[in-house]
């Protein structure tokens, strides 16, 4: 059976991860403190990774407990610091002035601002499958495919792929599974975005990678994926969805249990 094996959370939306060994699932499915915060222009809309390569450009450090964020360009060792709550001026004019426009920080506390308000749940992904689609790109490491996918919950599985379990033939299939005491539902194979074909470093894009990743999918798509679901094949990771009420924990080495229906 598989097991649980890395759990990441992104303090602040589209910046660098946190791994945790445990964390609580509120409410609403999403991991406690994940996307927590975000930067939004004037008309609040996100500045995030999708918009602009510039964040690859930074290593950020969000302590959630002290409330406080350390930016670092890639390009020096200068290291800056706020506390969130009595410098906020001055971190979101410094983010005003790298991003050419004026942002603020915001925060929400009880559920984050996820990227699919319908499957606010944690993305979940193998190692092996990381290690797979590693494999497509000449130089790509595992460690690098993992920067580039994002996912919230990582698993080590017998087979590359294996998440493909995780959601139905049709959008209104629930596949339920466990992690620990939390029932999840699995909904869809998560579409990608720019974000996988830059380097997470340099921003670079990698020109031919949408293409490329899609057409290896195709080729390896297992047998118990939902080939119907894959309106194009530019698709890895499951998004999920908490199944009923309340919230709960799961912790590194917890069991990821397909449901029987």
């Known amino acids: 059976m598989p097991t649980l094996s890395r759990i990441a959370i992104y303090p602040l939306k589209s910046f660098d991860p946190q791994f945790v060994d445990e964390t609580v699932v509120l409410a609403n499915g999403a991991l406690q403190n994940d996307r927590r915060f975000a930067l939004v222009d004037s008309v609040g ?5 999708k918009r602009t390569p510039l964040i690859h ?17 890639r390009a020096d060792d200068i290291q800056i610091q706020w506390d969130i709550d009595s410098q906020r001026t001055e971190l979101e004019r410094w983010f005003s002035e790298y991003f050419s426009t004026n942002v603020t920080l915001v925060e929400h506390d009880e ?11 944690p ?25 580039r996918m994002r996912a919230n919950l990582e698993i080590d599985a017998a087979d590359p792929f294996w998440e493909d379990r995780l959601y139905g033939s049709t959008a209104d299939t629930v596949r339920p ?6 029932l999840f539902a699995g909904t869809n194979p998560c579409q990608r975005c720019v974000v996988p074909s830059r380097d997470p470093q340099t921003g670079e894009v990698w020109r031919e990678f949408a293409r490329e990743f ?14 119907e ?19 709960g924990r799961i912790k590194v080495g917890d069991e990821v249990e397909l449901i029987a229906q």
């Open 57 to 73: 450009l930074l290593i950020s450090d969000f302590n959630v407990e002290s409330r406080t964020l350390s930016i670092r360009k």
């Open 177 to 182: 599974f466990r992690v620990g005491e939390v």
């Open 214 to 227: 899609a057409d290896h999918r195709a080729a390896e798509l297992p047998p118990w994926a939902a080939r």
């Open 111 to 121: 559920g984050g601002f996820p990227d699919d308000d319908e499957a606010p749940g």
């Open 123 to 147: 993305t979940l992904l193998s190692t092996q499958t990381l290690e797979s689609t590693a494999s497509w790109f000449p130089g790509l490491t595992l460690d690098q495919m993992r920067l």
């Open 45 to 49: 809309k996100f500045m995030n990774s």
């Open 229 to 247: 679901r894959f309106n194009h094949f530019y698709r890895l990771s499951v998004n999920t969805r908490l199944i009923g009420a309340g919230s």
